[in-house]
């Protein structure tokens, strides 16, 4: 049932005044419809009571609630969702005005805990950690790159004496198998 802005407004237990003001601040926008109101040539707003004290309970801040808006808006807290369908149900399932600010109250401790431990060290830029990653992935790679050319001479060594072609193939079979193992590593690093 629709009812007068002023009557909504003694309902509440706030001035009309503040009932406008919600209005145009968006914190009551479905329970209130502008229509003629009676008076001639001067559209007023009518009230849906239910739905504007919803929207009042969701985006109203709880310390600017006071007197009897304040116990209406606990008595409001107190009734159940409306049902899916009606319109609103979208403004049952909007956090409130209280758990939003809640919300990005712990937020924003959260941010300043990670620049407190970023500035003592604990943290670093994620870029920073790829970039030390990727130079290390390198300069192990082209160690190991290196390694059958300082092999060779211990494995000719070894098998009393080499031929350069069999050097040559010993140094092939060499690289074939750690350029098999750095690809492997790669893919399992992806």
Not at 9 to 27: L, T
Not at 170 to 190: F, N, T, Y
């Amino acid at each position: 049932m629709l009812i007068s802005l002023d009557d909504y407004a003694e309902q509440r237990g706030v001035s009309g005044r503040a009932v406008r003001k919600a209005i145009a601040e968006g914190r009551i926008k479905e329970g209130a419809k502008r229509e003629a109101n009676g008076r001639p040539g001067r559209p007023g707003w009518l009230i849906d009571p239910e739905i504007a004290d919803r929207e009042w309970q969701r985006n109203t801040s709880p310390a600017k609630q006071r007197g009897k808006a304040a116990e209406r808006a606990r008595e409001i807290e107190g009734r159940q969702p409306p049902s899916a369908g009606s319109g609103t149900d979208v403004l049952a399932k909007a956090p409130s005005h209280a758990q939003a600010q809640a919300l990005r109250t712990l937020y924003q401790a959260k941010l300043l805990e990670l620049d407190l431990k970023e500035r003592q060290g604990q943290l670093v830029p994620k870029a920073d950690v790829e970039r030390v990653w990727f130079e290390e992935g390198q300069r192990v790679r082209d160690s190991l790159r290196r390694t059958p050319q300082l092999m060779i001479g211990d494995i000719a060594r070894a098998a009393g004496g080499l031929t350069p072609e069999q050097r040559a193939e010993v140094l092939l079979v060499l690289e074939r198998h750690i350029v098999k193992a750095l690809e492997g590593l790669a893919a399992d690093a992806d």
